[in-house]
């Protein structure tokens, strides 16, 4: 055991994890946090702050991890390059650790330009390969970036990254995983993944390499709430794979029940990643519909959540 | 240098396209064929007429050497050179004058003797009367003009055109003495001519020594010519007439014995059908006129048939042409003697200048061939302050050789009478452009050469009215707008090149490349589109034909022209090539609104950005260019950049407020100019509701910077 | 080559309002190939500002001049006295050349007319393109020759990001996505391999994180 988080000991324990995902407030409102934290609290192994999320400013990703902690929740907060050099980084990856939170998914970021500061600098001194790798070093070898050793208590992450499947070049992106891996990943958590068969082709190819048996890989799932996202999700966002298929079946069903059966398909796409070898569990994104994710996980067959 | 001598050298640029090198007057015939695409008809009569004092009867039977060498026949056809002098003769206000920047120096004493007045004559008179010399020109005839009166058939040369020359060599003071044969060259040096020319011509023709060669009816070219050319009656119905020769002298025999009513007309020669010696359009309309042609035929004998002639006894040959020796490589072939049915038969086998009254103490010597011997640099006889030119000493040429020659007697006797060594005064020879590379001509649109209108064959059999007749307006802007414009491309300045290369990048013909590190534009396959130098980020590109400061002096006149009404002012820049469409352009301005003054170019692609900018500036209250439409361009993609730089500038105009609107791209397909005229129409009426440019005109900025 | 971008005229404006006597001051060389600064387009802005004048009924007086290089004393020097008669002078140079004439001129106001905007090439007439960001320390040889430190939105030195798709950037769909270029590149060179392992932390120091650059060649001083 690296850190004995929740998320750590369920996955070293063989069984097949559930994350969640936590939006937070483009506001400085506790409230709303804690509406959310409610609605997935009991149903999931850790729940992700996201940092930023698609470049808009929100409340930071260790603040409300601190308040998860507070009600119980077991938080992994979302650490991007975008908006902080490797200082920034280490010193908030410091705190972040005095504060008790254990689990940590590098990322490189949504480039700016897509957010609400699209004008802004990006920083990106580092890329999140090396994020990992540093995060790692941090906790394994207590040496800072510049190698500078780490005196007394080093911050140690389970260290999370995230791959995406479906971006180009496909051949590439298992070698990008396990070089990922490499770094220090000890979990990853995957995009939203639609098209079922490519992912296991993915997956197929990462098992080859052996890449499941050093890390866990958390497959990224995520219910449709409507026609209209999911034709967003399929034209405008870049690394998506949206088939047609998923749309028919929506389309298929009377407008208003159109997210019942997004729920259940989002369950259904749960049910096949159980059975992919070198899947160990799943990442629920419910994005501002959290109160799908105690329903789909239900379906899923994956409550209640063990305790270990 | 005097000013006169100035006016009288041939053109400057170096090299010469082949037309005016080729020309033996360096005529610099791109200049007037350009001006005519432009427009400017009486630019183009202008220069056609400096180097020559009597394009008038150029334009109509010059040998045009010019258009055998015209660089356009690699691509399709030669430009139609000689009916585009004609088309600026006849455009020509006589009004202006015969010569209208030519000037006259103050009077001098000497006096210089012309003997004959063909155009070697006239033209060495014309010169030295400029120069201020006291000319006289001795004529044998009765009328003026040497060949061009007494040998040229009507048909081709209509006798008013010579008059059209003669008349202001006489206002210029050139005494003219006709009916005299001089007789004695040494006699007229010691009447008080300082100098004489002997441009005597070539007016005796030859007969084989054939048997019944001298018979009643067995003529000579030159007399048979001559007689008709000086009015004689002379009537051939019922006669089958056999003329004996293939050259252009025999053509114009045998098509003025069909005028003369001959019942036939044939030729026969030792050529064959394709090495006859004439130009090939005079044979074929020979043919047109119902002549036979008998080729690749020796003559043994004129035969008679009861006292009467009755024809020549021929034999078929393999004519190879002349030995070095001067020999004819021929084979005869056996068992082919025939007789050619004819009861009047004309020798026109060549004719040779009449020496006889040359000093028989030789001092004036001749060459072995029978002609004047001279230096072929200063035309010098063998006697001191004696010169001679023309076919009296080539013994056949052009009329436009003869010309030539006439400014060279002239310079040589101005020299002469100075105290000058003549050598020193002569232009070197001029180089010529290269051929056009075979990737370039690729790139070259293809244009039909414009046909001259002709009386056809059956009407002009029964008459001496001209043949050929002169391009309309149409026409001529059409033929003239085929010119390459050879060797007046684009120049690079290479202190100011930078190498960017966007010259070799938007060249359509693939023409720029890279020389020691700067852009280099090879001058002989430059097809002076002007899309470079339009482009040149670093200005280091002009053309030769004209300037970013001649365009903008252009655009000022513009705008003043188009202001002088109270209606806002609209400039338009158009391509010649399309926007016009085959109209006559000032037709189609006519129909303009007439607060539109348009200035012509020859592709839109030469309208530079900086000139739609510079219309606003200077006060136009809007400005358009017509253009081909895309696909049409005369070079390729003229019109795509146009389009482009309008875009470009629009932004520009919105951007300062001015309303991108008033700035408009017109593309003009062929055969719709009513489509530019709507255009145009349409952007007035639009003009009108946006009001004046907010540029106050005359502008500030006009005046001060 | 430095590639530049001429400002939006009412920028130009703008800054050139309280001036009377205006040089246009363009320059020879990389502005001039990027169709930004050169005499032609001193002749179009002087042209443009002129026609600004006029409709705004100020009296500013427009000149125009160009040099070989705005970023060389010696060239600025050579066109001294146009500099002194004008109140303000734009320079359509990069960014250095701007700096030159207010280094060589302190009395002098010199405004920028451009915006210096990459180092790169045209890859088609028209079309220039950034290649290079001058960080200081190429790592060209190690990446195929594609430069994913000027070429990929978020500098990535490990791979494409989650957004490469179809060989574009998802910044731009037009930009080719560095990474994807390197990876083909690696590819055909059979250096593949290169791929797995770690690029570490870039040292930006030698960017212009480390401060103001300089390069000083002893051998070469006068």
């Given at each position: 055991m690296?850190v004995s988080?929740n998320?750590e000991?369920i996955?070293?324990?063989?069984?097949f994890a559930?994350?969640?995902?936590?939006?937070p407030?483009k506001s400085a409102?506790?409230?709303?946090?804690h509406?959310?934290?409610?609605?997935?609290?009991?149903y999931v192994?850790?729940?992700?702050i996201t940092?930023n999320q698609?470049?808009i400013?929100?409340?930071?990703?260790?603040?409300?991890?601190t308040?998860?902690?507070?009600?119980?929740i077991?938080?992994?907060?979302q650490m991007t390059c975008r908006?902080?050099?490797r200082?920034?980084?280490?010193?908030?990856?410091?705190?972040?650790?005095?504060?008790?939170?254990k689990?940590?998914?590098?990322?490189?970021g949504?480039?700016?330009?897509?957010?609400?500061h699209?004008?802004?600098?990006g920083?990106y001194d580092l890329?999140s390969?090396q994020l990992v790798?540093m995060v790692?070093?941090l906790?394994?070898?207590?040496?800072f970036a510049?190698?500078?050793a780490?005196?007394?208590?080093?911050?140690?992450f389970?260290?999370?990254?995230?791959?995406?499947?479906?971006?180009d070049?496909?051949d590439y992106r298992?070698?990008?995983?396990?070089?990922?891996?490499?770094?220090g990943?000890?979990?990853?958590?995957?995009?939203l993944?639609y098209?079922?068969?490519?992912?296991?082709e993915?997956m197929?190819?990462v098992?080859?390499?052996g890449?499941?048996?050093?890390c866990?890989?958390?497959a990224?799932v995520?219910p449709?709430?409507s026609?209209?996202?999911?034709?967003?999700?399929?034209?405008?966002?870049?690394g998506?794979?949206?088939?047609?298929d998923?749309i028919a079946?929506?389309?298929?069903v009377?407008?208003?029940?159109?997210r019942k059966?997004?729920?259940?398909q989002?369950?259904?796409?749960?049910?096949?990643?159980?059975?992919?070898?070198?899947?160990?569990g799943v990442?629920?994104?419910a994005i501002e519909?959290e109160?799908?994710?105690a329903?789909?996980?239900?379906?899923?067959?994956l409550?209640?959540r063990p305790?270990? | 240098?005097?000013?006169e001598?100035?006016d009288?050298a041939?053109?400057?640029?170096?090299?010469?396209?082949p037309c005016?090198?080729?020309?033996p007057?360096?005529?610099?015939?791109r200049g007037?064929?350009?001006?005519?695409?432009?427009g400017?008809?009486?630019?183009?009569?202008?220069?056609a007429r400096?180097p020559n004092?009597?394009?008038?009867?150029?334009?109509k039977?010059?040998?045009?050497?010019?258009e055998d060498q015209?660089?356009?026949?690699?691509?399709?056809?030669?430009?139609a050179?000689c009916?585009?002098?004609?088309?600026?003769?006849?455009?020509h206000d006589?009004?202006?004058?015969?010569a209208?920047?030519?000037t006259?120096?103050e009077?001098?004493?000497?006096k210089v003797?012309?003997?004959?007045?063909?155009?070697g004559?006239?033209?060495a008179a014309?010169d030295?009367a400029r120069?201020?010399?006291?000319v006289t020109v001795?004529?044998?005839?009765?009328?003026?003009?040497?060949?061009m009166?007494?040998?040229?058939?009507?048909?081709?040369?209509?006798?008013e055109?010579i008059?059209l020359?003669?008349a202001?060599?006489k206002?210029?003071?050139?005494e003219?003495?006709t009916?005299v044969r001089?007789?004695?060259?040494?006699g007229?040096?010691?009447?008080g001519?300082?100098?004489?020319f002997i441009a005597?011509?070539?007016?005796?023709?030859?007969?084989l020594r054939?048997?019944?060669?001298?018979?009643p009816?067995?003529?000579?070219?030159?007399?048979?010519?001559?007689r008709?050319?000086?009015?004689?009656?002379?009537d051939?119905?019922?006669r089958?007439v056999?003329?004996?020769?293939?050259?252009?002298v025999?053509?114009?025999v045998?098509?003025?014995?069909?005028?003369?009513?001959?019942?036939?007309?044939?030729?026969?020669?030792l050529?064959?059908d394709?090495?006859?010696p004439?130009?090939?359009w005079?044979?074929?309309?020979?043919k047109?006129e119902?002549?036979?042609?008998?080729?690749s035929?020796t003559f043994?004998?004129?035969?008679l048939?009861e006292?009467?002639?009755?024809g020549?006894?021929?034999i078929?040959?393999?004519?190879?042409?002349?030995?070095p020796?001067?020999?004819?490589?021929?084979?005869?072939?056996?068992?082919?003697?025939?007789?050619?049915?004819?009861?009047l038969?004309i020798?026109?086998i060549?004719q040779?200048?009449?020496?006889?009254?040359?000093?028989k103490?030789g001092?004036i010597?001749?060459t072995?061939?029978?002609a004047?011997?001279v230096?072929p640099?200063?035309?010098?006889?063998?006697?001191p302050?004696?010169f001679?030119?023309?076919?009296?000493v080539t013994?056949?040429g052009f009329i436009?050789?003869?010309?030539?020659a006439?400014h060279?007697?002239a310079?040589s006797?101005?020299?002469?009478l100075?105290g000058?060594?003549?050598?020193?005064v002569?232009p070197d020879?001029?180089?010529?452009l290269?051929a056009?590379?075979?990737?370039?001509?690729?790139?070259?649109?293809?244009?039909?050469?414009?046909?001259?209108?002709k009386?056809?064959?059956a009407?002009?059999r029964?008459?001496?009215?001209?043949?050929?007749?002169?391009?309309?307006?149409?026409?001529a802007?059409?033929a003239?707008?085929r010119?390459?414009t050879?060797?007046?491309g684009a120049?690079?300045d290479?202190d100011?090149?930078?190498?960017?290369?966007?010259?070799?990048?938007?060249?359509?013909?693939e023409?720029?490349?890279l020389e020691?590190?700067?852009a280099?534009?090879?001058?002989?396959?430059c097809?002076?589109c002007?899309?470079?130098?339009?482009?040149?980020?670093?200005?280091?590109?002009?053309?030769k034909l004209?300037?970013?400061d001649?365009m903008?002096?252009?655009?000022k006149?513009a705008?003043?022209r188009?202001?002088?009404?109270?209606?806002?002012?609209?400039?338009g820049?158009a391509?010649?090539?399309c926007?016009?469409?085959?109209?006559?352009?000032?037709?189609v301005?006519?129909?303009f609104?007439?607060?539109v003054?348009?200035i012509d170019?020859?592709?839109?692609?030469?309208?530079d950005?900086l000139?739609?900018?510079?219309?606003f500036e200077?006060?136009?209250?809007?400005?358009?260019?017509?253009g081909?439409i895309?696909?049409?361009c005369?070079?390729?993609?003229?019109?795509v950049h146009a389009g482009q730089?309008?875009?470009?500038v629009?932004?520009?105009?919105?951007?300062?407020?001015?309303?991108?609107?008033r700035l408009e791209?017109?593309n003009?397909a062929?055969?719709?100019?009513?489509?530019?005229?709507?255009?145009v129409?349409?952007?007035?009426?639009?003009?009108?509701e946006?009001?004046?440019s907010?540029v106050p005109?005359?502008?500030?900025a006009?005046r001060?910077? | 080559?430095?590639k530049?971008k001429q400002?939006?005229?009412?920028?130009?404006k703008t800054?050139?309002?309280?001036y009377r006597n205006?040089l246009i001051?363009?320059?020879g060389?990389?502005v001039?190939?990027?169709?930004?600064?050169g005499?032609?387009?001193v002749?179009?802005?002087?042209s443009?500002?002129?026609i600004?004048?006029a409709?705004d009924?100020?009296?500013?007086?427009?000149?125009?001049?160009t040099?070989?290089?705005?970023c060389e004393w010696e060239?600025i020097?050579?066109?001294a006295?146009?500099?002194?008669?004008?109140d303000a002078v734009?320079?359509?140079a990069?960014?250095?050349?701007?700096?030159?004439?207010?280094e060589?001129?302190?009395?002098?106001v010199?405004?920028p007319?451009?915006?210096?905007?990459?180092?790169?090439?045209?890859?088609?007439?028209?079309?220039?393109?950034e290649r290079?960001?001058?960080?200081?320390?190429?790592i060209?040889?190690?990446?195929?020759?594609v430069?994913?430190i000027?070429?990929?939105?978020?500098?990535?030195?490990?791979?494409?990001?989650?957004?490469s798709q179809?060989?574009?950037?998802e910044?731009n769909?037009?930009?080719?996505c560095?990474w994807?270029?390197?990876?083909?590149r690696?590819?055909k060179?059979?250096?593949?391999d290169?791929?797995?392992?770690?690029?570490?932390?870039?040292?930006?120091?030698?960017?212009y994180?480390g401060?103001p650059?300089?390069?000083?060649?002893?051998?070469?001083?006068?």
């Amino acid at each position: 055991m690296k850190v004995s988080s929740n998320l750590e000991r369920i996955l070293t324990s063989g069984q097949f994890a559930a994350t969640g995902e936590l939006g937070p407030p483009k506001s400085a409102e506790a409230e709303v946090i804690h509406r959310k934290a409610a609605l997935l609290k009991g149903y999931v192994d850790a729940v992700n702050i996201t940092d930023n999320q698609t470049a808009i400013v929100r409340m930071s990703s260790i603040s409300v991890a601190t308040m998860l902690l507070g009600i119980g929740i077991e938080p992994t907060i979302q650490m991007t390059c975008r908006d902080r050099n490797r200082l920034a980084i280490q010193a908030d990856l410091l705190g972040a650790s005095a504060l008790g939170i254990k689990n940590l998914l590098c990322l490189t970021g949504d480039h700016q330009k897509f957010g609400n500061h699209p004008t802004a600098r990006g920083v990106y001194d580092l890329d999140s390969i090396q994020l990992v790798a540093m995060v790692k070093a941090l906790r394994d070898e207590k040496k800072f970036a510049n190698g500078e050793a780490i005196d007394t208590v080093e911050p140690r992450f389970f260290i999370g990254a995230a791959e995406n499947p479906f971006a180009d070049p496909f051949d590439y992106r298992p070698y990008r995983l396990a070089k990922k891996v490499a770094a220090g990943a000890d979990f990853v958590q995957t995009q939203l993944i639609y098209n079922v068969p490519k992912f296991k082709e993915f997956m197929k190819r990462v098992v080859d390499l052996g890449v499941h048996e050093k890390c866990s890989i958390l497959a990224g799932v995520g219910p449709i709430k409507s026609i209209g996202m999911a034709r967003y999700m399929q034209n405008s966002v870049p690394g998506m794979d949206v088939p047609e298929d998923i749309i028919a079946r929506l389309k298929g069903v009377p407008k208003e029940q159109v997210r019942k059966e997004g729920i259940k398909q989002c369950a259904d796409i749960i049910r096949e990643m159980r059975e992919i070898p070198g899947v160990h569990g799943v990442h629920v994104m419910a994005i501002e519909w959290e109160e799908a994710v105690a329903e789909i996980l239900e379906l899923s067959g994956l409550l209640p959540r063990p305790r270990v | 240098m005097t000013s006169e001598k100035r006016d009288l050298a041939p053109p400057t640029v170096e090299p010469l396209p082949p037309c005016a090198a080729t020309c033996p007057a360096h005529t610099d015939v791109r200049g007037y064929v350009q001006a005519i695409a432009r427009g400017d008809f009486e630019e183009a009569y202008r220069i056609a007429r400096e180097p020559n004092p009597i394009p008038y009867i150029c334009g109509k039977v010059c040998a045009h050497p010019c258009e055998d060498q015209c660089r356009r026949k690699d691509v399709d056809e030669p430009i139609a050179i000689c009916a585009l002098k004609r088309f600026a003769t006849e455009k020509h206000d006589p009004r202006l004058g015969h010569a209208p920047r030519l000037t006259q120096a103050e009077p001098r004493e000497e006096k210089v003797a012309i003997v004959g007045s063909g155009p070697g004559g006239l033209t060495a008179a014309h010169d030295l009367a400029r120069m201020g010399y006291k000319v006289t020109v001795f004529e044998a005839y009765p009328r003026l003009g040497g060949t061009m009166q007494v040998g040229i058939p009507l048909y081709r040369l209509p006798r008013e055109t010579i008059d059209l020359e003669i008349a202001p060599l006489k206002e210029l003071g050139i005494e003219f003495v006709t009916n005299v044969r001089i007789a004695d060259v040494d006699g007229l040096l010691s009447d008080g001519y300082r100098s004489v020319f002997i441009a005597v011509g070539s007016h005796v023709g030859a007969k084989l020594r054939l048997p019944n060669a001298e018979l009643p009816d067995v003529w000579l070219n030159t007399e048979f010519l001559r007689r008709v050319a000086l009015g004689e009656k002379i009537d051939l119905s019922h006669r089958n007439v056999l003329v004996l020769g293939g050259g252009n002298v025999a053509i114009d025999v045998a098509r003025t014995a069909v005028r003369l009513g001959a019942a036939q007309v044939s030729m026969s020669f030792l050529e064959s059908d394709e090495t006859m010696p004439a130009h090939p359009w005079e044979i074929e309309e020979a043919k047109e006129e119902g002549i036979l042609m008998y080729p690749s035929r020796t003559f043994k004998e004129c035969v008679l048939d009861e006292g009467k002639l009755a024809g020549v006894k021929c034999i078929k040959v393999d004519f190879r042409g002349f030995k070095p020796d001067g020999a004819l490589d021929i084979d005869e072939f056996v068992d082919t003697e025939h007789i050619l049915a004819a009861d009047l038969i004309i020798f026109s086998i060549g004719q040779g200048p009449d020496l006889s009254f040359l000093p028989k103490d030789g001092s004036i010597a001749q060459t072995k061939r029978r002609a004047i011997q001279v230096d072929p640099v200063t035309l010098a006889t063998t006697k001191p302050g004696v010169f001679a030119g023309g076919d009296a000493v080539t013994r056949v040429g052009f009329i436009i050789d003869a010309v030539a020659a006439g400014h060279r007697a002239a310079r040589s006797i101005d020299a002469y009478l100075r105290g000058v060594d003549p050598r020193t005064v002569q232009p070197d020879e001029s180089e010529k452009l290269g051929a056009i590379q075979e990737k370039t001509i690729s790139h070259i649109r293809k244009l039909e050469r414009e046909p001259l209108p002709k009386t056809d064959a059956a009407t002009r059999r029964a008459t001496f009215d001209e043949v050929e007749h002169g391009y309309t307006e149409t026409q001529a802007v059409r033929a003239a707008l085929r010119c390459l414009t050879c060797g007046a491309g684009a120049t690079v300045d290479t202190d100011k090149c930078i190498a960017c290369l966007t010259c070799v990048r938007v060249c359509p013909f693939e023409v720029p490349g890279l020389e020691r590190g700067t852009a280099n534009v090879p001058v002989e396959q430059c097809q002076a589109c002007g899309l470079c130098a339009t482009e040149c980020p670093a200005k280091a590109i002009t053309m030769k034909l004209y300037s970013d400061d001649d365009m903008i002096q252009d655009i000022k006149r513009a705008i003043k022209r188009a202001k002088s009404d109270s209606e806002p002012a609209i400039v338009g820049f158009a391509c010649r090539y399309c926007a016009y469409s085959g109209e006559e352009p000032k037709v189609v301005q006519a129909r303009f609104p007439k607060n539109v003054k348009v200035i012509d170019v020859l592709c839109s692609g030469k309208v530079d950005s900086l000139y739609l900018l510079k219309a606003f500036e200077y006060g136009a209250d809007a400005v358009f260019v017509a253009g081909c439409i895309v696909g049409e361009c005369h070079n390729d993609k003229g019109n795509v950049h146009a389009g482009q730089r309008v875009a470009y500038v629009k932004k520009i105009l919105d951007e300062l407020g001015l309303n991108g609107a008033r700035l408009e791209m017109f593309n003009t397909a062929p055969g719709e100019c009513t489509s530019v005229v709507e255009d145009v129409i349409r952007l007035a009426a639009k003009v009108k509701e946006l009001g004046s440019s907010p540029v106050p005109y005359p502008s500030r900025a006009g005046r001060s910077n | 080559m430095i590639k530049a971008k001429q400002k939006p005229i009412a920028e130009i404006k703008t800054l050139i309002a309280p001036y009377r006597n205006i040089l246009i001051l363009g320059c020879g060389t990389c502005v001039t190939i990027s169709f930004a600064g050169g005499e032609k387009e001193v002749g179009m802005l002087a042209s443009s500002l002129r026609i600004a004048a006029a409709m705004d009924k100020n009296a500013q007086l427009f000149t125009e001049a160009t040099v070989q290089r705005q970023c060389e004393w010696e060239f600025i020097d050579a066109i001294a006295d146009q500099i002194q008669k004008a109140d303000a002078v734009i320079s359509l140079a990069c960014g250095i050349g701007v700096q030159a004439l207010a280094e060589r001129y302190p009395d002098k106001v010199i405004l920028p007319g451009v915006n210096t905007t990459f180092l790169g090439m045209a890859i088609e007439h028209g079309v220039m393109v950034e290649r290079c960001r001058a960080c200081g320390d190429c790592i060209l040889g190690l990446t195929g020759g594609v430069c994913p430190i000027a070429r990929c939105a978020k500098n990535l030195l490990n791979g494409p990001c989650g957004g490469s798709q179809r060989g574009k950037c998802e910044v731009n769909p037009e930009t080719d996505c560095a990474w994807q270029l390197i990876y083909d590149r690696l590819g055909k060179l059979g250096q593949l391999d290169r791929l797995s392992s770690l690029m570490t932390y870039k040292d930006w120091s030698k960017d212009y994180d480390g401060g103001p650059r300089k390069i000083v060649r002893e051998d070469l001083k006068l």
